[in-house]
Structures are given as C-alpha cells and as structure tokens.
C-alpha cells in the first residue's frame, strides 16, 4: 500500500516536472541561468589562480629587488639605506570558497607590499581596478544563486494554483489528487528543478577550483538551500492563495525587488548614518604631520617618544647633529603614534558597522545569505580588519629583526637576511558555525512565516 | 475620445490600490535619495574644503626649511564634489577623493568609500541615479504590461475599437495615460532636484543647469524607450501574463546581467595590471630606465653645468646643482610615469568603449554613463582632475628645486625657505570641464540610447497596427 503511494507520488511530481520544463520559457530560463552559473563558477577558478599567482609573484619580487639592492650598494652601506627600498610581501591567499563568493576580493588588494616606513599611509592601497567596473558590481555565483535564482523560482511558481484555475483545470486535477497532496508535488517538480540549478554549477565550481568539502563548505551549500526553498515558501504563501496569477506575479516580483534591492540600500544607508567615517581622512594627514615635523624637532623628543615604545632600545642616545638611520626610522615611527588613536577609531567604526550589518541583516534573507556567505568564505569587511592586523604584526616583527641593525648602524652585508621574518597570514573570522547558524536560522524561521497564511487556512477545495 | 482613453488610463493607475502604493513607494524613494545625495554631496564638499584649506594652512606656516624637504613634506589635493554628483555618485566611491603630492613620485588617490563597505552597500545604493535606472522602468513596466493585452484577455480590444477609434490613437492614448500618472512623480522630483540646484547648490560645476537638463533628457529618453517596449510586447503577448513575464525577464537582463557580463568582457578584452604588478613595472622602470626614456646622466649635465657658466669646479658655480639634478630626475620620473599611468587610463578609456557598445544589447549601459558624465562623476572626469592635480604637483617640485637652484649653492645644505616662497606657490585652482566636453565623450552612448529610443518606438508601431483582437 505505501510504496504504491509512493509510486503514485513520483509519478506526480515526474508529469508535473515534464510540464514545467516544457513549458515555452522555462527552457530557455533554466539554460540562461545554468549558462550564467557555469560562467561565473569558471571565472571564480580564474580569481583564484590569479590570486594564487599574485602571492607567488609577491615572494619573486621581494628575491629580486634584494638582489638587486645588494648588487647597487657596496656592502658597507648602511642597511638602513636599502631597507628603506626594500618592499616585504605580505599576502594573503585567498579562500577557496572565494571561487563561490567573491565579496570584496575585486576591490580589495590582499597582497600588500609593506616597506619598514611608517605603517599607516601603506595599509590601504588598492587593486588598479577600472572604478567604472567597480562600480557596475561583479558576477559571482553568489549572486547569481542569491540574486538570479529567486527569480526563477518566482518565474514558475506565481501561477501554481492560478494558472490552472484560469485555465479552468483545476476542478480537473483535482479528481487526481487531493489539493494540498497536488500543491505539494507541484512544488516538489519544482524544487527539484531549482536543486539542478544550484548544484549543476556549485559542483562544477569545486571541483575545479579544488575546494575543500569541510564545514564551511556545508554551510554554504546549507545557506543556499535555505535561501531557495526561502523563496519557495514565501511563492508558496502568496501563490497559494486566491489571487489571479498576475496580481500573484506583482505581488512576488515587489517582494523580491524590497527584498534583493531596497532592504540592503536602506540599511546600508542607515548603516553610514548611524557609523560616519571621517577618521580615514584624519588618519592620513595625521602620521604625515607627526613625521614630517619630526624632521624639525630636536632628535632627544623623537627618540623620547619611540622609547616609549620600544624601551630595550633607551639606553641609545643618538646624535643631534648627523644623520642616524634610527632616528630615521624612529621619525617614521612617530608619524604611526600620531596617527594611533584615529586608526584605532577608524577600526572601532568599521568593526561596529560589520557587527550591525551582520545582526540587522538576518531580517533580509537574501543579504543575510549574501553576508554569511561571504564571512564564511573569507571575503567580508571582517576578514579584511583581520587581515590588516595581521599586517600590524607583520611590520611589527620586521622592525625587531631590523632594529638592532638599524641601531649598531651595521653594513648591510652583516644583516641576517635568511632570517627575516614572513608574513603569517591572518585566520578567518570566526569558524563555520558561528558565520553560518544565525543566518541559517533566521532564514527558517523566515521561511515558517511566510508560509504561516497557507498553513492556517486549508487550500481552496471548490474554487 | 483619446482624451477619454487618456483620463481612463490614468484614473485607473491612481485608483488601483496596487499601482498607487507602487508609484508612491517610488516617487518617495526618489526624494529620498535626491535628499540624502544632496545632504551627503554637501556634506563632503564642505569637509573637503576645509580639509584643503588645512593642508594649505599646514603648507604654509611649515616654517624655515629647504625647498627640497618642502616638496618631500608635499600637500594634499582633495577632488571637488560637483553640484550635480548628488543625482548619481558614478564612480565616487570607489576612486578615492584625495591624493598626496609629493617629490619624486605620482601617488593614487586614497579614501575610497567602498573600501568601508559592507556586503550591503555593495548589492545596493540608495541613489537617485540607482532609483531612476532601475525603479522608475519597473514601474512603468508593471503600469503598461495589461494595457492592450489585458483589454484583449478581458475581451474589451474589440469593444474599444468597434467604436471607431484607430489603433494608433488608443494605443497612443494609454502611453499618454501612464506618462501623466509618472509625470506625477517624476515632475515633483525634477522640480526638487532643479531647485536643490539653484537655490543652494551643494558644490561646484560647469553648466550645472545645462547638464542638469541634458541629464533630465537622457531619462526621458530612457523612460519614453520602456514604455514604448512594453506597449510593443503588451500588444503583441498572448496573455497579460506571458507580457509581464516577458518584460520582467528584459528588465533583469538590462538591469542585473548585462552590466556585469560587461565588466568580465572588458577585463577580459583589455585585461589591465594588478595594483602590484603596475608598482612594480613602475619601480623597475625608475631604477633602470626603459627603451627610450633614459635615467639623467648626472655626470653630462655637470659637464654641461660647469660649460655654460664657464668654471672648473662644481664648487665654483653660482647656482645649486643639486637643484638642477633633483629637476632632472623629477622629470625623467614624470615621464615614466606618463607612460604607465597613460596606458593604464588608456586601458580604462578602452574598457569603458567596450560597455558602451554593449548598450547596443542593454540601454542601461548607455544611461549609465551618460549619467555619470553629465553627474560629472565618471572615469574620464576623474582622469581630468586627477591630471590637474598632476600638473600641479609638477609645477610645485619645479619652483621649489629652482628656488633651491638660483638661492643656494652647490654642497650647501644649510640654506632655508620661509612662508614667503610657500606662499608664492598658487593654491590648486581646478575647473570641471565644460558640458560639450563630456557630450564630446560620450558621442556613442548618445547615438545607442537613441537608436533604442528609435527602435522601441518603431517596434509599438509595427506591433500596435498588426495586433490581433482576440
């Protein structure tokens, strides 16, 4: 009796999901969006790779310009003179999950190039991306799945009941099978569909690009789920009901327009009203003052201040009426003091701006999905912070290695060159479940609500 | 009687719960955005000027020093906000708005918003530029979609026309319905945006009432080629549904993929170098020289130094010959830099061709950079600052090694300005450029926006004269 039941379902859910992709434009829907997410996983992989070369690009050059100032400067120069050439690669490789979702990898340059001068006017260089392609956004499959997709789902779902009412098929189909039972393969051909969509290119995409099936890889591919059958219950809630298939459509098509366009502007908006940046500008002209004031200052002051610091080095003095290479360095030091508390500031800002987009988020599914997903794959505004700290220390190493030369005003030749400390990339923020659980969670609870009005009110069994 | 058809249409918008909320959310969207875009442009010009006259202030009160510790000290030079940048922000946010100029080297601007973004801000900006490119179309399409083909479905086609009315004119009549039922939100934004513009501009511009204008006449002609479009496939669909699923399916094409399948093309077409690779090239450059731009000689132009004022010893001359050096290799370092940032503007410029033409398959891509253009907020515009602010910077390390050259002299390293040599340099005095030079620019975007116009039109034509009855 049951697998006869069961027999009698699939067969439902095989005519009804014949139907649908017969139907004139769902083919070319479903060969548009497989085209596109194919398309952006392979232009994923090619991020990847050339984020890749990029950080092997980064370790080549460094080789090369030592030797090159080895070979310009007799090897009694001071070292303080080549190292202020000398540029220290510091990147970051990219997630492979990026493949997936690119965030803010288009924008942001992850392979920064840190030179023993003051610190602050180096950290936010930037990729040489044409700004008007910046500005017309980048596809990835994210969008394309976060984006695109809902549309397709709203595509051929707005009419599941309607259409057949309009068509006068309904009382027909009936006979077939109870309405709720109906409503139900109707919609399981559908997800099925959809499930081709998502997994066709995702799988496509990792097995290319070679990404890892660990836990954050299981929350993205949960998060999207979420999101599509999000929007399939959402379709279901408004579909469902007795409107005629093109109030359904206007209804559905508002919904995703607010919810994919309007609830991220608004709360972006609200974001930069309630968080302003004016510190990055403070910050910059800040360490420049503190530095080039320094060059007018009594030396003793300069020193003063880098001791407090580095207190190993107090018992130094440096000369007031020649040029040290410590009190050069020391000078740029002051300009990153000066600089201190606005960068601090800077920080504090940024970190509370992704700390309120990341909560206020989860009652807009798709950027809910959107933010999750590029926490989890190591692109968002956080990873970046981390990132820069993780240059903070970097430079921070450097400078212990180099001071002891830069002090003894020792040759270069006598500086420990195989032993300068490389760049430790800085670790994702926060592990998979902690990016992905909020979200997940929001998502369902979202989805129970959006189908609350179809589950209290039983599925029209005359009309 | 296209009188009737014309009151008709537009009762029915503003009597239908559902256009009304529409139209409303709309039109409150666009004063919204033209609000805070005027507050923000204000906002940020005023912090730019103030921020300009402290580095000017910082520049001039830097006490005693060698003009060459000046030049190194340098200036910053923050980008103007032009008046009109409050409609459309372009590519504001994401080119920086203020560069350091400095002695021996082109620096890239810094401080761009994007780069404090969140996911958020990067799916959508709440601009009035991103409300009329991408709202105001969708809305008339979900005003247009059922007019001829819901009339059919409805059987009332054959009742309109058995009443003696030409196709034309009830098409004719519903187009005019739903533009005066857009024209009431449309009108009150424009009035707004022209008042915000003469009554308290919120920055500087060339022409900002001509551009303003000619900006207003690009979206109507962006406006006019989707009405045109949906009458075109109401007329033509089968059903009211088959219209609606059509249109939105050309509005998510136009608005969402073309644009970024643009962007992969031209990357891809003109593939530009990563911000390391360029840093590179550029240092390599500068220590070695390339092909046919050689590094100074400095021991030539000593000899030629020491010919000219007729002296044996470089001690003897009455001049500084390090300023003379110091020019030299600022002007080998220019031209290096003119030849990798020429080719990476160059590049920029080709990429943008390459979108240009795609609006041939988007009209989108066309009203995009005509409004950046005549926002005064796109590439080429900000290529024209950034190469006044160049200039600048190059006329400043000019006069400050020949004041080192002609009041000091060579191996004297104790010889000091004061405030009167910072003060005689000039303050960055930058003018946008005119109107007919961005109209220049943009010559084939103006021509495609105008040939869908053309095309859209002729299509409601063709389609409204062949439309079937039933």
Redesign the interface.
Known sequence: MRSESTVAWIRLIRLEFARVIRSG?VAA?VLLLLG?GVYASW?GNRRIQ?AEA?TS??ET?YRD?LA?LSSIYPPTTEAGEPLYYLAFPAPQPPSRLSALAS??MA???A?L?IRLLALEGQL????????????????DLA?VLI??LP?FVI?VTY?IVSGERERGTWRMARLFARPRRLIAAKIAARVVLATGLVTSPALIGAFSTGIDADGRAGWAIALIALHTLFWFALCLGVAGGHRS???N??IL??VW?AL???A??????T??LLHP??E??EL??RQ??GY?EA??LPRAGTMESFFEDYPKWSDWIVPEDEFTWAWYYAMNHRGDQAARDASHAYRDI?TR??EW??RW?LLVP??AT??AL?RLSSA??GTQLAYQEAVRSYHERLKAHFQPFLFSAAPMAQVDWDRVPSFEPAVPAGDAPQAGLPAAAALILISVCALLPRIRSRPSPDS | MIRHIVHKEFTDVLRDG?FRW?SILVGS?LLISLG?GWVQARNTQQ?HAA?QA??RE?WET??E?NPH?AA???I?AFKPRLALSFVDE??D????T?V?LEAHRQN?F?????????????????TAA?VLQ??VP?LII?LTF?TLAGERERGTLRQLLATGIGRRELAGGKALGVSSALALLLVPAALVGAAALVVASPGPAASPLARGTALAGVYLAYFATFLALSLAVSAWARS??TA???L??VW?VNG??A??????L??WLHP?????????TV?SEM?TGTGDISRPDRAASTEHLLAEYGVERVEDLPINAVGVYLQESEEFGNRIFDRNYGA?WD??ER??VV?ETLAVAAPLLAV?TLS?GLAGT??EQ?RHFANAAETYRRDLMRQMNGDMTENSLTGDFTYTAGAELWEAVPPLQYAAPPLGWVLGNRVLSLLVLGAWLAGAILAAVARVRRAEVT
């Open positions: 434009g829907a596109l232009q050339a990029a690009a980064a050059a310009q090159y965030g803010r924008v942001e340059t392979s190039r936010y260089e930037h990729e040489t991306l044409n700004p008007r392609l910046a500005a017309a956004g980048h596809l969008f984006a695109l549309l595509a009419d298939s093109t109030a459509a206007m098509v508002g327009v994919t366009f309007l991220p502007a608004v709360l972006s908006l974001n930069a940046v004016p990055a500008l910059t002209v420049r003052q080039h060059w007018d940024l701006r992704d987009a990341r988020s798709p950027l959107q933010i590029d968002d505004l | 559902r529409c969207l805070h912090e921020a402290t580095a910082h830097q006490g020093k510790s190194h000290y340098g910053y372009g590519v946010p994401y080119t920086g203020s350091w890239d810094m401080l761009r918003p994007a780069q404090d973004a969140t996911a958020a801000q990067r799916i959508g900006a709440l991103q991408h709202l969708l979900l059922g009211a549904r609606l699923v059509v939105l399916a998510v969402l993929v644009p970024r399948v643009a962007v992969d031209s990357k530009t170098p990563s911000a390391f690779e360029f840093a590179r240092e220590a990476l590049t920029f990429q943008g979108h995009r950046m796109d590439v900000h």
